[in-house]
């Protein structure tokens, strides 16, 4: 709920800001909203990942 008061706030107070600025305003939304419908699996993938690279470094080191 915060980001989209956050983004319908900047609405107002960047009436003169420029057309980039407003396309990476909804690039944002849209990607916050995908990070939050796919948070959860995103974050175990990450995880998964993290540990199979500190896995292998440590291999290596050792």
Do not use: F, P
Not at 19 to 36: D, G, T
Not at 38 to 61: A, F, P, T, Y
């Amino acid at each position: 709920m915060t980001w989209r008061s956050e983004v319908m706030g900047g609405e107002g107070s960047h009436s003169t800001s420029t057309a980039l600025e407003n396309i990476k305003r909804v690039i944002n939304k849209k990607m916050r909203m995908k990070i939050r419908e796919s948070g959860k699996i995103s974050n175990m993938i990450v995880r998964q990942k993290l540990i199979e690279s500190n896995c292998s470094s440590d291999s290596v080191l050792s």
